[in-house]
């Protein structure tokens, strides 16, 4: 254990409970300070014990007496210790990693025996290890890449940021960052994520069981904390990269109670594009691409019972395209911005409170110029929120968690100086009680309240036929109530041990969701919209009900799961198929509402110890969308519906200089509609269709494989290494999208169409260089 240092500070309480006492206190990384986020802090020879909080901090009652507890978490040396607990006592735990000597890579997605004993299913907690152990697309690590390769998790689309959790739409997915809500995840067009791996602690995604303290999404929450700042001591990282280049500084303001953490990053995309143009005769006069964007915190420990932290993110992408000659411009910025202040406050050691104050937002102005018109089309979502939790650790493998949220959402349209405005408040609360019953049997029975209402300034009107306004029904002060949605969430998950190794488990869980992002992309574009319920947009809501097994097996050396789920949509949004663009709130007429289903399995078996490690998944999954106004009300398989999709993820540690990573992916084709005829009429071409989603495109399948060198240091406090990455190794061309070339004229009766694919992502190799000190 000469790698594993703890420290252990005893406080006697002023009265105990009976026979009861408290064992609670805070885990941390000795090296950083960093908080350790879903640690196992267990009695040994029970199935009982607690899993630390998103601040470290954990809480376990028992009846007096003498016990061997056991902490451990992934990727790091445990703590064994026999206490005889008498009184309530205050247990701080620091974990060391394990040794680098062990030639180890964690890429665990989470602790295994947290898996089999935790009442929740589908849910996956990930370090940051786990990132860089990983093959990587233009040489720039990504969470959100590692999030697709999980069993039921798909990418919206080829290299896409965004994402599809069982059958659901991106836009499903909540996507927090220390509390406040990211409303799009990707640079580059959604090629590279948001989410700079450097400044993030851990990452947890809820696939199927979601807690009750987590509302707003009607199929996923991913739920991203970002390191608090190293408060022992100075330091800072850094990487090149072919994409972007980036730099993280942290350190204490006054050591063990303040520390700061900045990281920033640029693009490198038109630093290597216009002199390689130039060099060649081209000319990027008028044409730019870049991106950057900014974390930062700053953490202050009052005392034992506060903290405060303070953390922020700005992120921006600039795109322009012109003509030498100025007569035509395209100009699209966009971008995130949250900002959050929280405050952590311990009553006793059994209650744990956290209040947060939060501004978050989105951002996309495009402006077209045209021989000196400009046209502009511009939208924003801007969100202030407060919310507080209050944690109760009752006794003994009891929690009560209770809590509430208000949200005030704006969202913003301005389209050629026409400024549109809708307003929302969205008002939660919820209460949750895990408890167990007996030594087998564990409950975790919650639900979340919920109203949404809709605000004026608003002008509500009859419309024709035609969806043109007839008459002024009645006008909307501004904040004035127009309509109001309330519902209560259900979520109850249920766990039964088999045996110290095993369990079953069932969950239900219902969500629903108030705001909507409209979209024609099929990916998480920038060109999209969020728009808010109102008077004809209902919100979205979901059911689901899961049934799940767990076992660690082979000397705790594997764990296999298996999952299988069924899950409802209602209020679902699709375009009519009249529909064009306009990026309005009057486009609202344009949609139709439907209903969608989802059903399927998942299977996986990981590998966490040793040097090599990894996992195999496989998801089957059948998805449908069914709308009275498409399709002739038929039902169809949703854009989102991958029948069959297998991922193979391993990392081979050869020794401290050299890993090796791979991943494989198998998928079945995404459907997407073709014409099943076409012909001319009055000299126009047109398309006849039978169905929607009639044909497929062909099975994906990808291999990547990455090698990382760690070169010995002349210096004890400089390390660096070097990523050598390759995607796609054997050129598959995957077919991203398909369209129709027309060839040849009807007078000459040769016309033909035939129908070509465009894949955007082949053979790419790529190299980055990181550094540490």
């Keep these: 254990m000469k790698h594993v240092f703890f420290s252990i500070m005893i406080l006697l309480s002023i009265s105990t409970f009976g026979q009861s006492v408290t064992l609670s206190g805070y885990v941390t990384d000795p090296t950083n300070g960093e908080s350790l986020i879903g640690v196992n802090v267990m009695v040994d020879g029970t199935n009982k014990g607690v899993v630390t909080n998103n601040y470290g901090f954990y809480s376990l009652s028992l009846p007096s007496g003498n016990y061997r507890i056991i902490v451990s978490y992934i990727g790091y040396e445990s703590l064994d210790t026999t206490l005889n607990l008498k009184a309530n006592i205050t247990l701080n735990v620091s974990l060391h990693e394990k040794s680098q000597n062990l030639a180890e890579v964690v890429i665990t997605v989470d602790n295994d025996r947290e898996k089999v004993q935790k009442t929740g299913m589908g849910f996956e907690t990930i370090t940051m290890k786990s990132i860089s152990s990983l093959p990587v697309v233009f040489g720039e690590s990504d969470v959100l890449k590692v999030i697709q390769l999980m069993p039921g998790v798909q990418p919206a689309s080829e290299g896409s940021s965004g994402f599809n959790v069982r059958g659901g739409n991106y836009d499903q997915n909540l996507l927090l960052l220390d509390e406040a809500v990211v409303y799009n995840p990707g640079h580059i067009f959604s090629f590279v994520s948001v989410f700079n791996d450097d400044a993030i602690n851990s990452m947890t995604l809820y696939k199927g069981t979601m807690p009750a303290e987590y509302g707003g999404r009607a199929s996923s929450v991913l739920d991203i904390s970002m390191k608090e700042g190293n408060n022992k001591k100075f330091s800072g990282k850094g990487s090149v990269g072919i994409i972007s280049s980036k730099l993280t500084l942290e350190g204490p303001i006054i050591k063990d109670k303040y520390s700061f953490l900045v990281s920033a990053r640029r693009s490198t995309i038109d630093l290597i594009a216009k002199p390689m143009m130039n060099m060649h005769g081209g000319s990027m006069k008028n044409d730019n691409y870049y991106f950057y964007d900014l974390n930062a915190k700053i953490n202050f420990k009052f005392s034992n019972k506060d903290r405060l932290f303070f953390s922020n993110y700005f992120g921006r992408d600039v795109f322009v395209f012109g003509t030498d000659d100025n007569r035509f411009k395209f100009d699209i910025p966009w971008g995130n911005l949250t900002s959050t202040l929280r405050w952590n406050h311990l009553f006793s050691n059994k209650l744990f409170m956290n209040a947060s104050f939060i501004h978050n937002g989105f951002f996309r102005d495009m402006t077209t110029t045209q021989d000196g018109f400009a046209e502009t089309k511009n939208s924003e979502i801007s969100d202030q929120s407060i919310k507080a939790d209050l ?383």
């Design 391 to 773: 944690t109760w650790y009752t006794s003994f493998n009891h929690r009560i968690k209770t809590g509430g949220q208000v949200i005030n959402h704006l969202f913003t349209t301005d389209n050629d100086n026409t400024v549109e405005k809708r307003r929302g408040a969205e008002l939660s609360a919820f209460i949750l009680d895990e408890f167990d019953l007996g030594s087998y049997w564990r409950f975790n029975i919650g639900a979340r309240f919920n109203q949404f209402n809709f605000m004026g300034k608003y002008d509500e009107y009859s419309y024709n036929e035609n969806k043109e306004p007839v008459q002024l029904i009645k006008s909307y002060d501004d904040f004035e109530t127009v309509k109001t949605y309330r519902n209560v969430e259900p979520r109850v998950s249920v766990r039964y041990m088999i045996n110290e190794k095993s369990s079953i488990k069932m969950a239900y869980t219902q969500n629903s969701q108030f705001v909507h992002l409209i979209s024609n992309s099929g990916s998480a574009m920038p060109l999209d919209f969020w728009v808010p319920s109102s008077q004809l947009v209902k919100p979205q809501l979901s059911n689901q009900f899961s049934i799940g097994y767990s076992l660690n097996f082979f000397k705790d050396m594997l764990l296999f799961t298996a999952e299988a789920y069924g899950k409802s949509m209602e209020n679902l949004i699709e375009f009519s198929d009249d529909f064009v663009p306009s990026y309005t709130y009057n486009s609202e007429l344009d949609y139709v509402f439907g209903e969608g289903t989802s059903h399927g399995f998942e299977l996986m078996l990981k590998k966490n110890t040793g040097k090599l490690q990894g996992w195999i998944g496989y998801t089957y999954s059948n998805t449908n969308r069914k709308f009275n106004d498409l399709n002739e009300g038929r039902e169809f398989p949703a854009n989102t519906d991958i029948r069959n999709d297998i991922s193979v993820v391993a990392t081979y540690a050869l020794n401290e200089h050299w890993t090796f990573g791979a991943d494989f992916v198998y998928k079945s084709g995404k459907p997407f509609t073709i014409p099943t005829s076409r012909y001319y009429m009055d000299g126009e071409l047109v398309d006849q269709y039978s169905t929607r989603n009639n044909v497929r495109l062909p099975a994906y399948n990808r291999l990547d494989i990455s090698a990382t060198y760690k070169p010995t240091s002349k210096h004890t406090r400089i390390s660096s290494e070097w990523v050598f990455a390759i995607y796609n190794v054997y050129n598959r061309m995957n077919p991203t999208f398909v369209y129709f070339d027309n060839q040849g004229t009807t007078s000459e009766n040769n016309f033909v169409t035939k129908t070509k694919s465009v894949t955007l992502l082949p053979f790419m190799p790529s190299v980055s260089y990181k550094f540490n000190f």
